[in-house]
């Protein structure tokens, strides 16, 4: 029997949500026990902020150039690389339970694998090979909307409580403004739903059922893909006594001089300031009717506080599958690989959701690999900068193999001279969005406790323009030194190596076919 | 106003490509719909997920090679034309244009999606696999 790969994703998580990451108010136990007996990364970073084409990346170990989802609702070919396929083709068997979202939700015509499977109650195509090589796919979104087979299994077994889901969308599909809660926040609600029937709890007991399918000597590798915390923030009602929002403070990002934000987000790309002021949303991921000058200090602590409420039901869904696995005799084989796919704003700055913003809000990850525990291996904090183009080759690692022909990034390291004997030097990010004639496009390397953004010729900024942030000094990218002329060659130097490591982007760019 | 134009060369004369593309009736043979019904100047036609769109039928020019609908009496579609043009490109080549503008706005990236998958399928059937 070789080893087991549990690789757990939450959706649009910060860094500091977690205990183990300095997060303070979510109880996240079960999380920080893996963190405490493995190997935390302390610089990972995504290879996009929106959710296809980060999940893109990870199933392909490629970055976004390569695999061609440059943004949501561009859909992964289905004959794209998947590192499921490699290990299922050497047996192991494989499932993904949960959000995929490699393919667009908002597909009427049902035209993608995801949304057929879930519309035809099945957990895989007869007559096919397992799509993106997983033998089961049972999949969730945001609620209770579409075709996936949570929101099926609610229609059928618990439709009173679909209504208690927020909106996601509004009557023109824009993804919805309405307040709610105490505060009048964007996309929160308190949900009536009994916890056990809301997402978490579903992908946890899906997960349970798909393991008991297996027989005991059997190498498995189980994508479990929670939805949340990723907004809607509308956890179970019966849940929201565990952090009251009056009882949080406001997240050290948020500015609360209104004077000084503005003069903070003036100093960056101009697109920041277009969102900001209402007059610019270049991204379907944020509500194009809400202008994120009017977040008031107690929405920033309501979004988070829900947040925190929804990370702590995840930190107990995956305790109870760890048990289960446990009671299969399995834990010592078990590798276990947690992350997320981009991070949210969560008030920094002003601003809640995610876009073309590339600071640590939304750039920064938790990252944690606990290998099986029969190896032995010693626990570390990595700092060198890593991405989730590197999950693919560790999978293939964990697994036995060797680096699949089409991953572009190295394994994980256990420590830092690992990293630097692998090459985890830099980590990249690109951004592209073109909705209906507003177009952003970003380039990013972080290396060297820098980040430095380069913009392309776009509607609101043109190339030779970017931000350029030393993380160390200034853990909350407040002073772009993009023009001082002191770090001017420190500058030129990052971008020279952003330019010569990026890969080539495939062109011309894949059609966007959804919103999402 | 959400807008969007898909296009596709196509290895065959115009007049054979418009003689599918120019029959409302055969949309669901090149179009991803599951069925076609025609009554009049009205069309229904049905998606996988089970929707029907009600519509009518703007133009049907056979001299100009050029068709073109709205969707009406839906809930959540308050504006719709979709517009298909084949023009000749020489006597053996043609470009099929699917032009799709609508509200809500996001509507016409899916819609614009479909008629990727249709326009490729009208290559497929005229080009076949050469």
């Known amino acids: 029997m070789g080893r087991k790969i549990l690789f757990i994703t939450t959706d649009q998580q910060r860094f500091d949500a977690l205990g183990c990451n300095g997060g303070i108010y979510a109880r996240t136990p079960n999380i920080d026990a893996l963190a405490a007996n493995g190997i935390v990364f302390d610089r990972a970073h995504p290879q996009n902020v929106v959710c296809m084409p980060s999940r893109s990346t990870m199933l392909t170990g490629q970055h976004v150039s390569t695999h061609g989802v440059w943004m949501n609702g561009v859909p992964l070919p289905e004959s794209a690389p998947s590192i499921a396929r490699t290990l299922h083709d050497v047996g192991y068997s494989t499932a993904l339970i949960g959000k995929a979202h490699f393919e667009p939700l908002l597909d009427p015509f049902l035209r993608f694998t995801e949304n057929r499977l879930g519309a035809h109650r099945v957990t895989a195509e007869p007559g096919h090979d397992p799509h993106r090589g997983f033998d089961h796919m049972e999949l969730a979104t945001h609620g209770a909307a579409g075709q996936l087979h949570y929101s099926q299994w609610l229609r059928e077994h618990h439709p009173t409580e679909i209504g208690g889901y927020y909106n996601v969308l509004d009557r023109e599909l824009q993804v919805n403004a309405e307040g709610g809660g105490d505060t009048g926040a964007p996309q929160v609600k308190a949900n009536p739903i009994p916890r056990e029937w809301y997402h978490t709890d579903w992908v946890a007991e899906r997960t349970i059922a798909w393991l008991d399918s297996l027989p005991n000597d059997r190498d498995w590798f189980c994508w479990m893909s929670f939805p949340d915390p990723h907004h809607p923030w509308d956890p179970p009602a019966s849940e929201l006594h565990r952090v009251r929002w009056q009882d949080v403070d406001l997240p050290a990002g948020y500015i609360a001089d209104a004077n000084e934000r503005e003069r903070v987000i003036d100093d960056k790309l101009r697109h920041w300031r277009g969102w900001y002021d209402g007059t610019f949303v270049s991204n379907y991921e944020a509500p194009a009717k809400w202008v994120p000058s009017t977040l008031t200090p107690d929405q920033v602590r309501e979004v988070n506080a829900f947040t925190h409420v929804e990370n702590e039901l995840i930190d107990e869904a995956i305790g109870r599958v760890l048990a289960a696995v446990s009671s299969r005799g399995w834990s010592q084989d078990l590798d276990v690989v947690y992350t997320t796919d981009h991070g949210e704003f969560q008030g920094d700055f002003g601003l809640l959701f995610k876009g073309p913003y590339h600071v640590d809000s939304l750039m920064r990850l938790p990252l944690i690999w606990r290998p099986a525990p029969r190896l032995g291996m010693k626990p570390a904090r990595v700092g060198r900068p890593v991405g989730l183009v590197s999950l693919a080759s560790t999978f293939a690692h964990i697994a036995g193999l060797d680096q699949p022909s089409y991953a572009e990034a190295p394994r994980l390291p256990v420590d830092d001279a690992d990293a630097d004997s692998l090459g985890h030097e830099r980590v990249l990010t690109e951004w592209d969005s073109v909705l209906f004639g507003k177009i952003v496009h970003l380039r990013t390397i972080h290396r060297d406790g820098w980040t430095c953004t380069a913009a392309l010729d776009g509607t609101m900024n043109s190339f030779g323009e970017g931000e350029l942030y030393d993380v160390t000094a200034d853990p909350l990218q407040h002073v772009n030194r993009w023009d001082d002329p002191s770090v001017r060659a420190l500058r030129d130097e990052l971008l020279a190596d952003l330019w010569s490591n990026l890969p080539q982007q495939q062109t011309p760019l894949r059609t966007m076919d959804a919103p999402v | ?130």
């Open chain 2, 1 to 130: 106003m959400g807008t969007v134009r898909r296009h596709l060369f196509i290895d065959a004369d115009a007049d054979t490509v418009w003689g599918l593309v120019g029959a409302p009736e055969r949309l669901h043979e090149w179009f991803p719909t599951t069925s076609t019904r025609m009554e009049g100047n009205k069309r229904w036609i049905t998606l996988a997920s089970g929707i029907t769109f009600e519509e009518d039928i703007v133009t049907l020019d056979h001299d100009l090679r050029r068709f073109q609908y709205r969707i009406v009496n839906n809930p959540i579609i308050t504006s719709h034309l979709g517009t298909v043009d084949v023009i000749p490109d020489g006597d053996h080549r043609c470009v099929v244009i699917y032009s799709t503008d609508m509200e809500p706005e996001v509507l016409a990236l899916p819609i614009g999606g479909a008629a990727g998958v249709g326009l490729a399928a009208l290559k497929e059937r005229f080009e076949g696999n050469s």
